[in-house]
């Protein structure tokens, strides 16, 4: 079980992906949020609003949710980091299992 954190540009293209990776049993559960950052870009410092999705999925389908992200992302290189679990309640952890055809 893992979760995959992917801040996107905005809610539209968040809401895009995570239709896809649970349309496709890729992922059992994808949670959006609003989100504001601030980076550097080009020697300067800059503000965005955007949307962050965390991901809950089964290791089996990292590469096939990559693929989709960046297929889908708009603009710029995504960051898809993955978060391992340590632990995970059974009953949530069996559902994930079953909604992610595994």
């Known amino acids: 079980m893992i979760f995959i954190y992917v801040p996107c540009q905005n809610l539209d293209t968040a809401k895009t992906i995570a239709k896809l990776l649970v349309e496709?049993?890729?992922?059992?559960?994808?949670?959006?949020?609003?989100?504001?950052?601030?980076s550097r870009v080009n020697g300067g410092v800059t503000e965005a609003s955007g949307a962050t999705m965390i991901i809950m999925t089964i290791d089996k389908h990292i590469q096939d949710i990559e693929d989709i992200v960046r297929e889908h992302y708009q603009g710029g290189v995504p960051c898809m980091a993955t978060i391992t679990l340590y632990r995970l309640n059974r009953d949530f952890k069996d559902w994930l299992?079953?909604?992610t055809g595994l």
């Open 24 to 38: 496709k049993k890729m992922a059992g559960k994808v949670d959006i949020m609003l989100t504001d950052s601030i």
């Open 97 to 99: 299992i079953a909604s």
